[in-house]
């Protein structure tokens, strides 16, 4: 039989030095040669190469021409396998910038987090996705076949989404028709939740009982590899999902629920997690199906023939010894050998997952005149108290490094971070306090206390990690001052399943007032700096969830902050900041369009009709220090706020609203 692609395309890496080069996956279902070919030529090839039984390529296009936009299909063994027979979508193409000579021209990067593929039954809906398998497979009881979203109702039949839209699918199916009336996105960020391994669908635990019983743990949660790579076919074989992805770049990193809730939130978890016999292959298949379909394709090809794991997995292990340039010979692994790359990315993630400094997951890409910088905020943390901290010391030095590389050689500074840095003024607080708690600053019974109220509710944001907030905090300040300072820094997040923006209030040079524990804290700011989170893509946020977070943003929230702030002892945060937009909520994403020195966001919400409407839309840069509002329509339900079009202006660490 012919091979045959089971997942993908997936356009990932376009370079945006040259114009001439990108990066496609592909998921093929047995070993063949993996071909892309461009309609004006271009093009390129890879031997597929296999983990745990499932065969990948990641094909490095070349040839591409600055500034235009080509057609592709994919070819397995000589064969067109992509676009897909009778497809109704557009096709695929890859849309290269105008190398050096466009540097200065507009980039349009649409983020968001927190995606199901299919709400889980807990959530109101008994599954829309029906588990067929590949079609024409000979046995359908192979639990290898994957889960064909081909849009047949379960034997409940069909039932309302209780998530609402799905945003990306709403995207997708705008851009498919031309309607969204914006230029298509230069390069999609997905900022962590882009599988629930600890929430799965019906359809996901139908197939998980064939394999094994739901019984015994992890019940219906993701075990091991094999379940991880149908958590992906559920997630990308959407038809719609499937077309925007080959055809929109994408850069991802992870949060906790890729892996899995709370995922280390603190010592505590982990020496409990370890304990059960059933986290080793979770969080094994995790770190390497996330290497696997995610990580690999946020590199460049320069960076992928650099990377030893790449080069030995994609050789079938040969030449891996688990150790980098520099490290004691003493410390490397023997070479590891075999058929395919399973056994050399399973020692990766064995090392990974027991020292974080073994592993890299953050990293940073330079479009034109604009930096975008992707933080790992879950795997490298510090987790013992005293020295809690969201980066460990080699994480943090490569975020800074990254940052004052070549001062002046950039107009944006984007930070992704799955996390917020600037939350809602209460839960701020609620989170410092709660740090202090289970650090000892009121005993024993507290600290016990605090590590329950710790992962009840995720109290485990920048806010938790007090040092590394500051840290950030004063890094963001001394990239965002001086002569060479970018027009704008934008912290890009998501996880808490609403939208809004916030931005810092920095003390006045030599005000006598600033906080005296701020870094340098008469520097003079001159970058616009804000924090824009967008999320859910497609979640949900019950009722109480959303009392909760505008109880967060009001004076009786701030109050309550400033409480607990006494409480544990924790003085007042480094800076202010204020809300200048939302909360929004709904299934939503973001765009920024960054032009010469000013940027423009948009947040669209999805609506049921399959559309996006205009939620907020603003521009920021260094003439104005306060955006402006160019068309904030309501969102349904949610009233404009008078005077801003934008927020209320509640605000926290000012004289007003800091916690003491």
Known sequence: MPAALRLGPLLRYVDWETGTSATVWVEADRPCEAEVRCADGAGGTARTWRVAGHHYAL??????????????????????????????FPESTIRTPAGSEGAAGPLRV?????????????????????????????????????????????????????????????LASALARGGTGEPRPDVLLLLGDQVYA?????????????????????GPQVADYEEYTHLYYESWLDPEIRWLLSTVPSLMIFDDHDVIDDWNTSAAWVTEMRAKPWWRERVLGGLMS??????LGNLSPAELAADKLYQAVSRGGEGWDGTEDGEDAEDAYAPLGGPDGTAALREFAVRADADPAAARWSYRRDFGRVRLLVVDSRATRVLEEGGRAMLDAAEADWLRAQALDAPGSYDHL???????WLLPPAVHDAEAWDAALCAGERGARWARLGERMRRRADLEHWAAFPASFEALTALIAEVGSGPAAPATIAVLSGDVHHS?????EWPEPADPAAPGRFPESGRHVRSHVAQFTCSPVHNSAPAALRLAFRFGWSGAGRWLGRAMARHGRTGRPVIGWRRTGGPWFGNQLMTLTLRGRSARLRLDQARPEKCLTVAHEAVYGTADRVPYPLASPPASGIPAVPGTGAGDGSSHGSDEGQAQ
Do not use: N
């Not at 599954?127 to 994957?146: I, Q, V």
């Not at 600890?198 to 992890?218: C, G, Q, Y």
């Not at 996330?290 to 990580?295: A, D, I, L, S």
């Open 290 to 295: 996330y290497w696997v379909h995610q990580h």
């Open 59 to 88: 094909v490095t296009v070349t040839g591409l021409r600055p500034g235009s936009e080509t057609a592709y299909g994919v070819f397995l063994d000589g064969a067109r396998v992509w676009p897909l027979p009778g497809s109704l």
């Open 110 to 170: 649409t983020f968001g987090s927190c995606r199901w593929a299919a709400p889980p039954p807990e959530a109101g809906r008994h599954g829309f996705l029906h588990l067929s398998g590949t079609p024409g497979a000979d046995d359908p009881d192979d639990p290898r076949d994957p889960p064909v979203l081909d849009g047949s109702p379960d034997a409940a039949g069909p039932v309302a989404d209780p998530a609402g839209p799905d945003a990306l699918d709403t």
């Open 198 to 218: 600890d929430k799965t669908s019906a359809a996901m635990r139908r197939w998980i009982a064939r394999r094994r019983p739901l019984t015994e743990p992890p």
């Open 500 to 504: 809004y923006i916030a931005e810092p």
């Open 414 to 420: 984007l930070i992704g971070t799955s996390l917020p």
